[in-house]
């Protein structure tokens, strides 16, 4: 079992930043994939960002350039930079750990709401 506890979130005014943090019970980077994904209210949750074993990453089109996936293996964190926030980034952003024939894992969700 791995436990992914998200922190971070909050209440920013366009423009601004914000750096969200998923840290892992145990080491797993080695073996899951990572990824960053967001559910606004009414829709489905959308992949944001993922961050393979090897160090790849993958962007949605709606963040390129703005966001940023990254991890910290000895601490077992992975983060999610996020500029130049807009309203339509609010949604609440779940981390997750995934791999090949096995059952995903999910955190709790931290809210980032963009407002002015």
């Known amino acids: 079992q791995v436990q992914l506890v998200e922190s971070g979130g909050g209440l920013v005014q366009p423009g601004e930043s914000l750096r969200l943090s998923c840290a892992a019970s145990r080491s797993i980077f080695s073996t899951y994939t990572m990824g960053w994904y967001r559910q606004a209210p009414g829709k489905q949750r959308d992949l944001v960002a993922t961050l393979t074993t090897a160090g790849n990453t993958n962007y949605a089109d709606s963040v390129k350039g703005r966001f940023t996936i990254s991890r910290d293996n000895a601490k077992s964190t992975v983060y999610l930079q996020m500029n130049s926030l807009q309203p339509e980034d609010t949604a609440v952003y779940y981390c997750?750990?995934?791999?090949?024939?096995?059952?995903?894992?999910w955190g709790q969700g931290t809210q980032v709401t963009v407002s002015s």
């Open positions: 997750n750990a995934q791999r090949p024939l096995r059952s995903p894992y």
